[in-house]
């Protein structure tokens, strides 16, 4: 089945110069005329992506568009109309954007955040109106995986991100020291994901590593002001553990496992006792 809006890899069924026939729908082959496939032969296989004219008829390119359905670009205005705005997106024909999925009404030269989609009538369209598309709760991602960022405006926290084209995640001003802006794409990590699946990012892998260590010192410290003793645990809810030190299960549990094969600390079963070694 072809997958609109994205590329699909497809066989040549027919050849004839700079031009082949692509495997399509059973009512229908692609044809492809491009001087990249003189070399190619009925039998081989291509990656294109496949697009829609204005009647709805489907197309084949070896170009690569600036975004795919389902995924979240920064694309500049090329001209306005009665019916909505067009974006460049980097094919031959331009990206539709309907008056009913702009926030507001979108002006030629500037750049707009959008996400791509099919609409009623499997033509490819996008939308202004993230919030339709990205999700706030993290579904199956972890804390420290790797992700695509694309930036999508400034908060009072920090900057909102998109994650992986399908979430929002949040990097907090205090952990950005770097100039950020609309659109910009770049790698992150998941710093955390808080109890209320709301993704925390971070930049820089090396201050998600240092994380287990602060939250080290900050658990002896918490031991020291309570007299050794603190009523948590690798069994304690995630939301006593967020409540008294601002970061995951997994990391208070990475963290009480490192002071535990340090010696420093024994874990009961229902709290954490620090332990005075002794000075050689």
């Given at each position: 089945m072809l997958k609109i809006g994205r590329f699909n890899s497809l066989k040549i069924v027919r050849k004839r110069d700079d031009s082949v026939w692509l495997e399509g729908t059973a009512e229908q082959e692609l044809m492809l005329q491009d001087p990249a496939v003189a070399d190619k032969q009925e039998?081989?296989?291509?990656?294109?992506?496949?697009?829609?004219?204005?009647?709805?008829?489907?197309?084949?390119?070896?170009?690569?568009?600036k975004a795919q359905v389902g995924e979240v670009a920064f694309l500049p205005v090329v001209a306005t109309g009665k019916v909505g705005a067009f974006l460049d997106w980097g094919l031959p024909k331009d990206l539709f954007v309907p008056f009913s999925?702009?926030?507001q009404k979108m002006q030629v030269g500037r750049s707009y955040l959008v996400r791509l989609f099919l609409d009623e009538d499997n033509r490819i369209a996008a939308s202004t109106m993230l919030d339709d598309f990205i999700l706030d709760e993290a579904v199956y991602l972890k804390q420290?995986?790797?992700?695509?960022l694309m930036i999508a405006g400034q908060t009072e926290l920090g900057y909102k991100?998109?994650?992986?084209?399908?979430?929002?995640?949040?990097?907090?001003?205090?952990e950005t020291f770097q100039p950020l802006k609309i659109g910009q794409q770049c790698r992150g990590y998941i710093k955390q994901i808080r109890p209320d699946k709301r993704i925390d990012l971070i930049l820089d892998r090396a201050k998600f590593?240092?994380?287990?260590?602060q939250v080290s010192d900050a658990?002896?410290?918490?031991l020291q002001q309570q007299g050794g003793h603190l009523p948590l645990n690798d069994k304690s809810a995630p939301e006593t553990i967020y409540r008294q030190f601002g970061v995951s299960k997994k990391i208070f549990k990475q963290?009480?496992?490192?002071?535990?094969?340090?010696?420093?600390?024994?874990i009961n079963e229902n709290s954490i006792?620090?332990?005075?070694?002794?000075?050689a």
């Open positions: 039998g081989d296989t291509l990656d294109v992506f496949i697009y829609t004219d204005g009647q709805g008829g489907l197309l084949a390119t070896l170009k690569k568009p999925e702009q926030k420290g995986d790797e992700v695509d991100a998109v994650v992986n084209h399908k979430f929002w995640g949040l990097l907090y001003k205090n590593a240092d994380k287990v260590d658990i002896m410290q918490a963290a009480i496992g490192r002071l535990y094969k340090a010696r420093q600390i024994e006792k620090q332990v005075n070694i002794p000075s």
